[in-house]
Every structure is written in structure tokens, then in C-alpha cells.
């Protein structure tokens, strides 16, 4: 059957939205400016009052940043990262690409780096350890933090999926030394194209970063360095002026919508539910529930025209180009029973309802033995 509940539809931008991004697009094309200018810097500017973020700065998309991160710690050759087995790939192509080494690291049942097993991953070569903020939420960082302070390294945060989310007060990305984050079209705060921001407490950081951004420059023509061309386009920038507006908007509808999921499925026993969604460290970036029948619930709800997502089918070791010998049974059975639900700022109340309906619709095969 045809899907008729999208898993996420960016066309469904309200029209006084869709106006105001085309008005931006109008006035930068009648600017004639379409690299760095005002609109830029207004956009750090935002980021910065928004997050509490003493340095701010923008650029082409997540990866980058993440790249951008370690060759600013001056992580390469012969070092080590050590990541969590499930994200994202960028999170291990990052470390690749400067030549580095991943160090692969289980998850626990959330899909967050296991804290308890940190010790073991951790050799002379370690440098760096790159927290995944997966789903939109928060890895505990004051204990992350306090064992990286521990062993002398390095914290980038992965917060591509984790804008907007607060531990302590304190925004994801300025627990550690740096913090990067996408805005991906499908993100929280998402651009209509590509583009990424790093955060950080360091000027000292922050300038390096600039320079890495912009072809090792430090002014005009003048390269101290080799670096990248990473800059934010002007027009992602200027958009993201405009949908900034309406962010803290949209998480309140993703914490009513989420509320609705859990109320309504909290009594499924063969469903394990995302923990912590009502909190500030959790910005519902995804739904994500988890389900030994996760397959057949699936089709189930395809069938009954609603549409889901699978975060991630494969943990990143078992992806070839990163494959590793050991095991990591957590991120294993994750990539089998993850399944991503609905949440926008798009969905309605009663659609919500709708895919509860559906998903209780759904009667597994439960195995007798496992029944009692
Ligand atoms: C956890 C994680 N890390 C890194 C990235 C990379 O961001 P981008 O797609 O903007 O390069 C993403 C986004 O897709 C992500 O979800």
C-alpha cells in the first residue's frame, strides 16, 4: 500500500514559511552576495545568544566540522578516536579522513556510547573521544568529561542530531573541547541545502577553526596554514535566519508529540520505549522505539499507510570500509530492532493518535516460553 502518513515530508513547510524563505532568497538575489557577508555573521550571532556559546562558527555541513574539529586539535597520523560503534558513518569518516584512527566503542541499550566500558578502548595513541549525541540525546557528559579529563584527551561532541539540547544548563557541544553540529534538511534546525556549525569556550580554537574554514587563511590571501574551503553558503545562512524564528516552536510541538507516543504505548510490553524525552537533554530529534519484531511492525504499519525509518541498519564496524574483527553486541542488536517514528513539527495531534492506533493494531508471534 501506498505510504499515506510520511516519515518526514519538507514540503509540508507552513506557506507564511515558505513565503518569508522565498522573500530571503529575493532580497540575496537582488544583493548579489552569496558568499560570507552580514547574513552570516548574524546567523553565528543568533547561535551564539541561543546556545550560550562564547564562539561560534558556521560552516558547509556536519562532517566538515567534525574533520574541521580534529584537525584543529591536531589530531592525524598514528593517533586514535575513540566513537561510538553506532552513528552515523561521518562520525568515523571524519577520523579517517585526517588520518587517524576509530576506535570503535559498544553502545548501551539507548544507542549512547557505554560509559562503563570506556577503560577498555583507551591506549597510549588515544587522543580524542568523540561522543554521539544519537537520536537527540545527550551522552551524560559530566562523567564522559571527568574520564577524558582523567586520561589527558581531547572531547569533540557529536551534536549533529542534538541542536537545541541542554544538560546542567549547558548547551550539547560546550561540555567538551569542541561541539559539531548539521543542519542536514531533516534536522531540527535544518537548512535547505547543506551546512554545519562548530561551537566552543576556546578563542583560541575558534580562530584556528576560522582559518582551517577558509583555505588556511587568516586574512585575505594570506595562508598560514592548509586548510579547506568549509564556509556556510550565504543563502543556507539567510535561510536558517529565517527558520530559527520558528525553532523553539517546533520542539514544543515534537515534547507534545512525543508526550502522545508515550502515553499511548507505554503499556506494549514487546516495545522498549526512548527514555528521557520530557527532558532538556533530549531534543526528539527522532522517536525511536525498539522491538524484537521490529520487521514485521514495520510492514505492518507500511501496510496501514503509515511510513518509519531505520537509524541505523548497521552498526559502522559491520559497514566495510570500517570493518572490525570485534564485536559489539549491543550496536549489533540495535541496528536489528531500531525502528524511527514519525516526529516533525508537521505531524498533528490526531495523526499521532493515528499511528499509536496502528502500531497497537499489531498483534506479534510471541513465543509462548517468552510469554510467562
Ligand atoms: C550523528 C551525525 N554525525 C554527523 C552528521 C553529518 O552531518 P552532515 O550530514 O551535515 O554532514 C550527521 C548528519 O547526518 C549525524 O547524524
Redesign the pocket.
Known amino acids: 500500500m501506498k505510504s499515506k502518513i510520511p516519515f518526514l515530508d519538507l514540503k509540508q513547510f507552513p506557506d507564511h514559511l515558505k513565503d518569508e524563505l522565498k522573500e530571503k532568497f529575493s532580497e540575496l538575489l537582488d544583493k548579489g552576495v552569496f558568499s560570507g557577508s552580514e547574513e552570516v555573521i548574524r546567523f553565528e550571532q543568533k547561535l551564539s545568544q541561543l546556545l550560550g556559546a562564547p564562539f561560534v562558527i558556521s560552516c558547509s555541513?556536519?562532517?566538515d566540522a567534525?574533520e574541521l574539529a580534529l584537525r584543529a586539535l591536531g589530531i592525524g597520523q598514528n593517533d586514535e578516536v575513540i566513537i561510538p560503534a553506532m552513528?552515523?558513518v561521518?562520525?568515523a569518516e571524519a577520523v579517517i579522513l585526517v588520518g587517524a584512527k576509530p576506535i570503535f566503542i559498544d553502545t548501551d541499550t539507548s544507542g549512547l556510547i557505554d560509559l562503563e566500558i570506556l577503560d577498555l578502548s583507551f591506549t597510549s595513541k588515544t587522543k580524542a573521544i568523540i561522543p554521539?549525541h544519537?537520536y537527540g540525546k545527550m551522552v551524560n557528559m559530566k562523567k564522559l568529561v571527568k574520564w577524558a579529563e582523567s586520561k589527558g584527551i581531547f572531547v569533540i561532541e557529536?551534536a549533529?542530531?542534538a541542536f537545541g539540547t541542554f544538560q546542567i544548563g549547558i548547551s550539547a557541544g560546550l561540555h567538551g573541547d569542541i561541539g559539531c553540529f548539521?543542519f542536514?534538511p531533516s534536522k531540527n534546525l535544518g537548512a535547505l541545502g547543506?551546512a554545519?556549525a562548530l561551537i566552543t569556550k576556546d578563542a583560541k580554537l575558534a580562530e584556528k577553526l576560522k582559518i582551517l574554514r577558509n583555505h588556511g587563511q587568516e586574512v585575505r590571501d594570506h595562508h598560514v596554514t592548509i586548510g579547506r574551503n568549509a564556509r556556510i553558503d550565504t543563502i543556507q545562512a539567510g535561510f536558517l535566519n529565517v527558520i530559527l524564528n520558528y525553532f523553539k516552536e517546533w520542539q514544543s510541538t515534537r515534547k507534545s508529540l512525543s508526550k502522545i507516543y508515550v502515553d499511548n504505548l507505554k503499556n506494549i510490553d514487546w516495545i522498549k520505549l526512548p527514555d528521557g524525552t520530557d527532558l532538556s537533554d533530549h531534543n526528539l530529534h527522532l522517536f525511536v522505539i525498539r522491538t524484537k519484531f521490529r520487521n514485521e511492525l514495520r510492514e505492518h504499519m507500511f501496510q496501514n499507510g503509515v511510513e518509519t525509518s531505520i537509524h541505523y541498519p548497521t552498526a559502522i564496524p559491520q559497514l566495510s570500509p570500517y570493518h572490525s574483527k570485534k564485536e559489539f553486541p549491543e550496536s549489533e542488536t540495535l541496528a536489528k530492532e531500531v525502528i524511527s517514528l514519525p516526529m516533525n513539527p508537521f505531524l498533528s495531534e490526531e495523526t499521532v493518535k493515528k499511528i499509536c492506533e496502528v502500531i497497537k493494531s499489531y498483534k506479534p508471534d510471541i513465543p509462548f516460553a517468552e510469554k510467562n
Do not use: I, P
Open positions: 555541513n556536519g562532517t567534525l552513528s552515523w561521518s562520525t554521539v544519537l557529536d549533529a542530531q548539521s542536514y547543506e554545519g
